[in-house]
């Protein structure tokens, strides 16, 4: 769809006067809906879809360790501080998680629950041992209120251990091309080696939310997962953002050495803002602050 728009705005463009300026952006038009787009061809992009006000740009100060803020539409980073830091993602770590069960398992397929070592400040489902819960159950559990039991059983069921599903984790990294970022467990507990950028898990929750189940999940508020016993475990996203017009998703963090950390969208008619902070005093007032600042420093075509 996009690249459709885009071809009518080089149409358009086509009956402009020529000029040196006009003719090399509908040049780097072409190149785009040819599928041959590089990092000039997107500048040139982004004018289209958003502008800096440069004569009144707004300074800010953030309490993060690391941000990272983009224009989904155009990929222009709006923000970034210390965006390629290496730092321990916490439960962030989760949405690489999802991303494997997903590729991996069948939502409709069966976990048997089995007692899994958590950590005593975990948020979990509270799975009782020998339940039996759908893996798209359990995805609901492991992404609105971060449940760490949920990801332990999810590693196990679909690599028959944490080590093997680890190695997928990477793997897939990898492949995206999440090249500051490097996973030890499937939970996001504190661990040496286990560590992300703010660009990187930024990058992670766009490619997440490109999976439909994904989308869908991160976007509620509650869920009452049902094991086939009929037990209930009711589900509370722990992101308080989601119930504030225009946010939904898309994953909260939080450990001793990771901080306040939270991945966000905001969607409202204008436009699309994807962004990371990790090791927040507050997590919450800071993305809204940083979506303020977006809207005073930007223009949103």
């Known amino acids: 769809m996009l690249k459709f728009l885009v071809a009518l705005l080089v149409f358009f463009l086509s009956f402009l006067p020529s000029t040196s300026k006009t003719e090399k952006k509908i040049e780097s038009l072409k190149e785009y809906v040819n ?5 000039e061809i997107a500048r040139n992009l982004n004018d289209f879809f958003v502008t800096e006000k440069i004569d009144d740009f707004k300074k800010l100060s953030t309490s993060a360790a690391a941000s990272y803020l983009v224009d989904e539409r155009s990929g222009l980073v709006l923000y970034e501080k210390n965006s390629n830091q290496k730092l321990p993602p916490a439960s962030l770590a989760k949405l690489m998680t999802a991303i ?4 991996e398992a069948n939502l409709s397929e069966i976990v048997t ?3 899994q070592k958590t950590q005593p400040l975990d948020s979990t489902m509270w799975l009782v041992t020998g339940d039996k819960l759908s893996v798209e159950d ?17 590693a196990e069921h679909v690599s028959g251990d944490s080590e093997s599903f680890v190695a997928l984790m990477n793997e897939r990294a990898r492949i995206l091309g999440l090249t500051e970022t490097q996973f030890t467990n499937p939970v996001g507990w504190d661990e040496p ?10 990058n992670l929750a766009r490619i997440a939310l490109k999976n439909p189940k994904i989308k869908e999940i991160v976007n509620k508020g509650d869920y009452s997962a049902r094991s086939l016993n009929g037990r209930l475990y009711p589900l509370y996203n722990t992101n308080l953002l989601i119930s504030q017009p225009d946010f939904y998703g898309v994953k909260t963090g ?6 306040q950390c939270l991945t966000f969208v905001f969607d409202d008619d204008k436009t699309t803002i994807v962004g990371t902070v990790l090791n927040s005093k507050e997590r919450f007032i800071e993305t809204k602050s940083l979506i303020k600042w977006a809207k005073e420093n930007y223009t949103f075509n």
């Open 35 to 39: 599928g041959t787009q590089n990092r």
């Open 100 to 103: 494997v069960v997903v590729s």
């Open 113 to 115: 629950v089995k007692k």
């Open 138 to 154: 359990l995805l609901h559990g492991l992404l609105i209120n971060s449940g760490s039991d949920a990801a332990l059983n999810l």
């Open 193 to 202: 080696g286990n560590f992300s950028t703010a660009k990187d898990l930024t």
């Open 254 to 259: 939080t450990t001793y050495a990771a901080g």
